[in-house]
């Protein structure tokens, strides 16, 4: 009984102020507020970035927005990552892909930026000046991206996640340490390596909404980073967690790291509340193969 109150709690969090009565059903797609309870994913089911509805009811949860559109053929890339980022005022989805990087404008799903990478991309950041860095797992590389031309490497072993951090003006990226970055004159130089607890395999990095503190996942757990005291904190020892972030009642939720049936052992149909960790609270997307999903938010640490 208790699961069911939070959740009829959350449901009306979510519809009341997002979702003006007088908007017309074909503008709710384009105008989702940041405070609205939805979540962001890279579905690899059929390779596109999906909004959903958690707290709808049936398995499969609506769309509130894809890309590409529903009626649209899907990418030949496989997506990875996928953030609600601003510049200039404008809000965009930035896109990574197994091969590529795309920032697509969340408004009218037009493609303002379209990069290659390299087949193992995980993940990528918005940097200032419209730059864009993505990380690279498989081989452990960071690739700054001025164009789909002009790029420069930068080599970080087992590089799989990224965060802009714009009040210290710089870069994090997490591969087998944690690292900080320097951005200056357009390039990127590596300043301070942490060492990740229990094992060097970071995977996803992503900040809270008002801390100052990094979630750090790794193969073996989930940590909280402080950047003033350059500490880790033990968050959730569940393994193989592809991604995390907080929701706005500061809640910490991941994507269900138990294996699929019938998908690869990184793709999940849901995400779970870790923190608290009781009582459990799931949403599931039927069909979905998330390989992160996260939180609709405004990232008010990085933009």
């Not at 087998?176 to 990740?196: H, Q, S, V």
Request: glycine fraction near 6%.
């Amino acid at each position: 009984m208790r699961v069911w109150s939070l959740i009829c709690v959350f449901v009306v969090g979510f519809v009341i102020p997002t979702f003006a009565d007088d908007l017309k059903e074909e503008k709710l797609k384009a105008q989702v507020l940041p405070e609205a309870m939805a979540l962001l994913c890279a579905d690899q089911s059929d390779y596109r970035i999906r909004l959903i509805d958690p707290f709808a009811e049936g398995d499969r949860k609506p769309n509130l927005w894809s890309y590409p559109a529903e009626d649209e053929k899907p990418l030949k890339y496989m997506p990875t990552d996928a953030k609600r980022v601003e510049m200039g005022g404008v809000v965009y989805v930035l896109a990574s892909y197994h091969g590529r990087v795309q920032l697509v404008r969340f408004s009218d799903r037009e493609v303002v930026k379209d990069f290659p990478s390299y087949s193992s991309c995980h993940s990528a950041e918005l940097l200032p000046g419209g730059l864009i860095v993505s990380a690279n797992s498989n081989h452990g590389i960071l690739r700054l991206h001025r164009s789909a031309d002009d790029f420069t490497d930068l080599k970080l072993p087992y590089a799989h996640g990224l965060t802009w951090d714009k009040e210290r003006q710089c870069l994090w990226a997490v591969g087998d340490f944690l690292y900080r970055i320097k951005l200056a004159e357009g390039e990127l130089t590596i300043g301070k390596k942490f060492p990740l607890p229990q094992s060097p395999t970071g995977h996803d990095l992503f900040p809270l909404r008002k801390e100052a503190k990094l979630l750090v996942s790794n193969n073996e757990a989930l940590f909280l980073f402080e950047i003033s005291t350059e500490k880790f904190e033990l968050v959730s020892n569940l393994r193989e967690i592809k991604s995390a972030s907080e929701h706005r009642d500061g809640t910490i939720w991941v994507t269900d790291p138990k294996e699929l049936e019938g998908g690869a052992s990184w793709q999940s149909d849901s995400v779970i509340r870790v923190k608290p960790k009781s009582p459990e609270i799931r949403y599931r997307n039927k069909g979905s193969k998330f390989y992160k999903a996260r939180w609709w938010q405004k990232v008010d640490f990085s933009y």
